[in-house]
């Protein structure tokens, strides 16, 4: 326990927290040419180098999807390719933010899907804004209205049309 002069000299000093995601933290400064690190970004685009498989750790058996990418800082980070299929090929332009994939050692990143040159996954029902997918055509949700709902009435009733209110002659 340090005494109150030790305190008054030196002070207290903050702990570091350590980033998940460093890669997001640094920027590239063209004019100065060299990184800088600001506040950093939620998402940051970056050119797919290589598009490759691998398997995860002990428990688990697969084939996960992985990209490295080098970012527009000019950092090459490993990128997971999330959803089932996809076309990313090398010099493909991705977005990729941040999220560790715990059974990938070094994967701290997640590919957007959806955005850039990484399509949607197809025919997806449910989760699909994860997985950037647009709604079926034939796919319609029933809500019950709030009219409806509020008399008490089934959700069979509630779907239908309300009838409409008599005109008023003027």
């Given at each position: 326990?340090?005494?109150?002069?030790?305190?008054?000299?030196?002070?207290?000093?903050?702990?570091?927290?350590?980033?998940?995601?460093?890669?997001?933290?640094?920027?590239?400064?063209?004019?100065?040419?060299?990184?800088?690190?600001?506040?950093?970004?939620?998402?940051?685009?970056?050119?797919?180098?290589?598009?490759?498989?691998?398997?995860?750790?002990?428990?688990?058996?697969?084939?996960?999807?992985?990209?490295?990418?080098?970012?527009?800082?000019?950092?090459?980070?490993?990128?997971?390719?999330?959803?089932?299929?996809?076309?990313?090929?090398?010099?493909?332009?991705?977005?990729?933010?941040?999220?560790?994939?715990?059974?990938?050692?070094?994967?701290?990143?997640?590919i957007v899907r959806g955005a850039l040159d990484a399509s949607g996954v197809a025919n997806r029902r449910q989760g699909r804004s994860k997985y950037g997918s647009k709604r079926a055509k034939g796919a319609t949700i029933e809500v019950p209205t709030a009219t409806a709902s509020a008399e008490g009435l089934p959700?069979?009733?509630?779907?239908?049309?309300?009838?409409?209110?008599?005109?008023?002659?003027?």
């Amino acid at each position: 326990m340090p005494t109150v002069n030790q305190l008054v000299r030196r002070g207290r000093k903050r702990a570091t927290k350590k980033t998940k995601t460093p890669a997001l933290l640094l920027s590239y400064n063209a004019l100065k040419n060299r990184m800088v690190q600001g506040r950093g970004s939620p998402q940051k685009r970056g050119v797919c180098v290589q598009v490759k498989t691998t398997t995860p750790r002990k428990p688990n058996s697969a084939l996960r999807k992985i990209a490295r990418v080098r970012l527009t800082n000019g950092i090459e980070v490993t990128a997971y390719i999330p959803g089932e299929g996809h076309e990313l090929q090398e010099h493909s332009v991705v977005l990729i933010r941040g999220g560790r994939v715990k059974d990938l050692p070094g994967v701290r990143y997640h590919i957007v899907r959806g955005a850039l040159d990484a399509s949607g996954v197809a025919n997806r029902r449910q989760g699909r804004s994860k997985y950037g997918s647009k709604r079926a055509k034939g796919a319609t949700i029933e809500v019950p209205t709030a009219t409806a709902s509020a008399e008490g009435l089934p959700p069979e009733v509630a779907t239908e049309k309300a009838p409409e209110a008599p005109e008023a002659a003027a």
